[in-house]
């Protein structure tokens, strides 16, 4: 009876786990007149307050918690006033093997907020409370937003809709990245782009990309082809909107990867692939260069 009760219980904790397994990380080098210990206090309560905050309804096992990083580098500090960037990453596992893929990349500048040792970090998603919690909630909801669109086409809708609600209630607080005029790739455009229409085809493309992946563990070639097609749908946005925000994202996440994909393993007609690459991120044109024909 006693070992029915227990395994229960973990079952019970199983299904209760938060959605996020974060790591967090705080860069203080160009500190240096402060004392060190609230960095790292900030960092602690920030990895707990991701990790175990419940951001949604959504039931996740141990094993399907979303594997991602946040590393926030400060430039600034004084009077628990915090100047910083913030670099978040994310991944998810390929089906049948032990790769974990990159889905999102990306390095927000505009991150400054107000830290006061050991206050406690709490998140209502109805109200806007602290820049800090605001741009970690946005970036946690974007994140899983972005990990659901890779298993299912247009799977993040839910998740995109909380991180708009937390960018809309947070426009009127005066941070910048909020709002339509802090530039073209701040938070205000990677969520408002996200939901747009006009860059369906990013998030078509995002879970192409993902199934070919899965599939190079059965048929690497069919694998292979479906990830060609990935490029090519995202290469509609450039038709529309040339530079997009969201097309620079992809590559930040996936150009490293795309070389690796395409330069072992069974060759398949790139020719194709590596022209739409060239004129869809030309940024990239070193990396591409070392895709085999």
Partial sequence: MRKIIFLFLLMAGSLQAQELNCKVSINYDRITNANT????????????????TRWT?????????IECSMLINV????????VASIQVQSARPVFNSTYTSPVFNYNDKDFSFRYIEFENLIFNPNSYDSNLVSVIAFYSYMIMGMDADTFSLKGGDQYYDLAQNVAILAQGSGMKG???SDGNLSRYFLINDMKSNTFS?????LYQYHVGLDMMADNQKLGKEKIKTSVKT??????????AFLTRIFFDAKSDELVSVFSGGPSIAVADLVENLNRISPLNSSKWGKIKF
Avoid: H, M, V
């Fill in 37 to 52: 210990q609230i960095f790292k206090t900030l960092e602690r309560s920030l990895t707990d307050f991701i990790n175990k």
């Fill in 57 to 65: 309804n959504q039931t996740y096992k141990d094993n399907e918690k």
């Fill in 75 to 82: 430039s600034g500090y004084g009077s628990d006033q915090f």
């Fill in 178 to 180: 909020w709002n339509q």
């Fill in 201 to 205: 085809p990013y998030r078509e493309a």
């Fill in 234 to 243: 995202l290469s509609e946005i450039y038709d529309l909107r040339p530079n």
